[in-house]
């Protein structure tokens, strides 16, 4: 098969044509821009698919008591009109126990996608990542089209639509560790915050799964799963096609930039990337020694209630803006799944300043926390105050966006990378898929109790849940108190002895 600088067999088919066409090997800089691309795409496909169940519960369970009517004690109550209601529902979920069998649908995905993100990471660090998402992809975007298929097919089978979704939150488990670890894997630490911030967008660009979901409604309920599967696999497979790994992949040399940035933060190695007539062994990171790594653990668990907040807005915002008088008026569903994008456009602002500053201040702890505390009264003048009129609505819920998803962003993204690449490991990378899965895994668990909780919580009072929204906020702020008095203290010692700007990495 040739000594390990012969990556010709181990290049994507696209990669080799575009070289072919070229006439020469592509560059470094040009492979960091089709894996930005092309991971970009990718994971903007994971997020759509699952912005369509939020999109289509409206539809599923039409009917309504005085859900979402009951504000504040201090505020003014809007009951003067109905919810509009489109058709007579889907059974099972158009009964009287609807919403409560919607929210077990959330949390069985998001628990079995919890769990499966421990494995995928495991499995990620151990094997090519290129097929191991295109598989996941490929499978996402079959369940996502078979739950559809459950309109034509006129199943109205709970149990049906259970298996599906867990098996569709299975499949949308491998994306998260897979693409953090091949963009880790390319760019160093030097202006990872930004630019992966940037990258990050794709989670809240997945708005167009609300917009294709919303779109598609009134051609029938199906077409919003069975739309968004299909781009979903004819993603997976460019992915195949074009997605380099790794520089080893594909035989890129680094810039002098690059392996700067790397040989600084530990995160390098110290012989040539290529040449070596010894290949280099580097054994996978196991999942225990993982969770030792400084910094992990916080991390985790403030990313917990971090994604507990997220994804009740990600789940249950659509169901909430319809089901909830504003300037006296009931939005239709179809408005209420395009009004709550502004929320995801919040999130990519969020996620782009949340990865500047903690770039330009070198405190990832500092940065996440001070944007969960922002979170809390930013939730609390949604719920007052988003009745007043649409603008003050949108406004608000830009604003919730904007901080709830800012730590979500970052956490997920470069701090997962800095951790998976943390100097203990002494630039062994077969961390990165391993870390992130730990990271984004625990944070997954709050991601499935939040709706959950939400679907109970809320047939008594949307007070309460936003109470719950603001605690768990201010709880995701405290878990990091430790790391963020390190790096206090790390920037008083560094202004005091006028050192180096850069602040000493997360420890616990």
Not at 9 to 32: A, C, M, V
Not at 136 to 154: H, K, N, P, Q, R
Not at 390 to 411: D, E, K, S, T
Request: with cysteine; glycine share 10%; proline share 4%.
């Amino acid at each position: 098969m040739g000594s390990p600088a012969d990556t010709s067999y181990s290049k994507p088919l696209g990669i080799r044509f575009l070289e072919y066409i070229k006439k020469t090997k592509l560059s470094y800089e040009t492979h960091q821009a089709i894996v930005l691309i092309v991971t970009f795409f990718a994971y903007t496909s994971y997020h759509a698919t699952r912005k369509t169940t939020s999109i289509v519960k409206s539809v599923l369970d039409p009917q309504s008591s005085d859900l979402g009517l009951k504000f504040f004690p201090w505020r003014i109550t809007y009951v003067s009109s109905a919810p509009q209601v489109v058709g007579d529902g889907w059974a099972p979920f158009n009964g009287s126990d609807g919403m409560t069998l919607l929210g077990q649908l959330d949390v069985a995905f998001l628990a079995v996608y919890a769990f499966g993100m421990f494995f995928s990471g495991h499995i990620g660090d151990r094997t090519n990542l290129r097929v191991f998402l295109t598989v996941g992809m490929v499978g996402t975007g079959l369940f996502s089209s078979l739950f559809g298929i459950g309109y034509w097919a006129e199943i109205h089978s709970f149990y049906y639509f259970l298996i599906v979704q867990m098996l569709a939150g299975l499949f949308q488990s491998t994306g998260w560790p897979s693409v953090v670890s091949v963009v880790g894997e390319w760019f160093g630490k030097k202006k990872r915050g930004l630019i992966m911030g940037i990258w990050n967008a794709h989670t809240s660009v997945g708005i167009t799964g609300s917009l294709i979901a919303s779109a598609l409604l009134s051609y029938g309920w199906g077409w919003s799963f069975i739309v968004p599967g299909l781009q979903m696999a004819f993603i997976g497979l460019l992915v195949f096609l074009f997605l380099p790994v790794s520089p080893e992949s594909v035989g890129a040399d680094k810039n002098e930039d690059e392996v700067d940035s790397l040989r600084k933060n530990g995160e390098g190695v110290s012989e040539p990337l290529l040449g070596s007539d010894t290949e280099l062994k580097e054994q996978p990171v196991g999942f225990i020694d993982a969770w030792k790594i400084p910094g992990v653990a916080p991390f985790a668990f403030c990313l917990f209630f971090a994604k507990l907040v997220a994804y009740t807005f990600l789940y249950w915002l659509p169901y909430y803006i319809s089901h909830t008088a504003i300037e006296g008026n009931y939005l239709s569903n179809e408005t209420a799944g395009n009004l709550s994008t502004f929320f995801d456009v919040g999130g990519v602002l969020g996620g782009i300043l949340a990865g500047h500053i903690s770039d330009r201040l070198d405190a990832r702890a500092i940065t996440a926390a001070t944007f969960m505390y922002c979170a809390i009264p930013s939730l609390f003048f949604y719920r007052s105050y988003g009745h007043i009129s649409l603008a003050m609505n949108v406004a608000l819920m830009f604003i919730c966006g904007m901080f709830v998803n800012g730590p979500y962003a970052l956490i997920t993204t470069a701090v997962s990378a800095d951790l998976g690449t943390h100097s203990s490991l002494r630039g062994n990378s077969k961390a990165l898929a391993t870390v992130t899965a730990i990271i984004d895994g625990t944070g997954s668990v709050g991601a499935a109790i939040g709706p959950l909780l939400t679907g109970y919580i809320s047939a008594k009072s949307w007070n309460s849940v936003f109470t719950m929204l603001m605690g768990a906020a201010l709880v995701a702020g405290l878990l990091l108190t430790r790391l963020v008095v390190a790096e206090v203290t790390a920037r008083i010692s560094d202004s005091r002895s006028h050192g180096g700007s850069q602040a000493p990495e997360l420890d616990v």
